[in-house]
Structures are given as structure tokens and as C-alpha cells.
């Protein structure tokens, strides 16, 4: 079996997530880097593995794939334990809602609508669109309420073990903390700020999100 290949740029969230998948599986993988802020994931090259533009694509054993939920999926199925999906239908069913979630609702809100131009737009010599922000600010609390429900009491969104929602929700939750408001919502859910400190001790996020 050949080592998988993740293309794209490590600060990334959704390439993240692919490498935390493989680090808790224990699968060596080479990263291919594509350079986010430099625009290499619009050159011809990214594009024929990902018609978007969007990362990461990923390959495996002849095996070419993009789209972050296929691809968590793939590795999930293919790698040996530990399984991160668990066993039973309902609480598959809650982390398949919460990564889901995260597309749709969280990671706009978090990090295009908040990260993006309170942290990169700067870096890079552009001003902060404040009204942006404030418009995303809502639908940035109601991620959280909503994570938070369904995290419940619970260690994981799987339950007592990690699961792929955990490693799809941790990578946008640690660039909404690195902003002023983000910092202030994450810390007006404490169910979710124990969830964070849970998941930043294990050595897979260590290993790959420094």
C-alpha cells in the first residue's frame, strides 16, 4: 500500500483535518504544498486534481479524491483502527450533522467572515471589513450554541471516543479563537472551551496544527 498524498497548504483548515485523521490512524503521509496566500491552488497544476481550486485533493493507491468529508471517509474506511466514526446509526448520524455544520454554517462564518479579514486581510496589507465582521458574528454564536447542544456532555461529538466531527470542527475553532470576537464566543461556551482544551492535549494536533 503507498503512502497517501495530501496537496495543499498546511494553514489550511480542511487540510488539517485530513492530516489529523491520518495521524490519529498513524499513517505516514507526504504533503504536497500549495501555497494558499501565493494563489498556487488556481494554477492549472492544482486544478486538474481539484476543478475548484479548493484544498486539499488527496491520492492514494490510484485513488484521487477531493472533497474534505470524502476524503476523512476514504481514510476512515481504508486505515486500520482506531475507527473515527462510531458504531451505532444515531451517533454516526450526529457527527455526519456536525461536520456538515461546519461546511455550511461554521466555516463561513468563523473563518471567511471573521478569521479572514480580521487576522490574514491585515497580514497581507488590506484593511479589516468591520461590517463584515459584525455580520458575522451571529451566525458565528449560533455555531457554537448549536455545537454545544450537540456536543451535550459528551467527550467527543461521537460520544467517549474521537471522531471525524471532532477533527473537522477543532481547525475552524482554533482560527475563530485567534481573533478578539472569536476569543469572546468560544468563551461564552465553556462546553466547548474544555472540548478545545480535550483536543489540544493529544499529540495528533500537536503533531500537526504547531
Avoid: C
Amino acid at each position: 500500500m503507498s503512502q497517501p498524498i495530501v496537496y495543499g497548504d498546511a494553514i489550511s483548515t480542511y487540510v488539517r483535518s485530513v492530516r489529523l485523521a491520518l495521524e490519529e490512524k498513524g499513517v505516514p503521509h507526504t504533503l504536497e504544498s500549495v501555497d494558499l496566500v501565493k494563489g498556487e491552488h488556481k494554477n492549472a497544476g492544482f486544478l486538474a486534481r481539484q476543478p475548484w481550486g479548493k484544498m486539499p485533493a488527496f491520492s492514494h493507491d490510484g485513488n484521487d479524491l477531493y472533497e474534505t468529508s470524502a476524503i476523512l471517509r476514504y481514510i476512515d474506511d481504508v486505515f486500520p483502527s482506531p475507527a473515527l466514526m462510531p458504531s451505532t446509526p444515531s451517533a454516526r448520524a450526529r457527527v455526519n450533522q456536525v461536520m456538515s455544520i461546519v461546511d455550511s454554517y461554521g466555516y463561513p462564518a468563523s473563518v471567511t467572515n471573521i478569521f479572514i479579514p480580521r487576522v490574514l486581510v491585515p497580514m497581507l496589507g488590506g484593511e479589516t471589513d468591520e461590517a463584515q465582521i459584525e455580520t458575522a458574528k451571529p451566525m458565528a454564536a449560533l455555531f457554537l450554541k448549536e455545537i454545544s447542544r450537540l456536543l451535550n456532555n459528551d467527550r467527543f461529538f461521537g460520544g467517549n471516543t474521537l471522531s471525524l466531527a471532532d477533527i473537522t470542527v477543532l481547525p475552524v475553532l482554533t482560527y475563530l479563537q485567534a481573533t478578539p470576537e472569536g476569543a469572546a464566543l468560544i468563551g461564552a461556551a465553556p462546553s466547548i472551551g474544555r472540548w478545545m482544551e480535550r483536543m489540544n492535549s493529544r499529540a495528533s494536533v500537536k503533531a500537526m496544527m504547531s
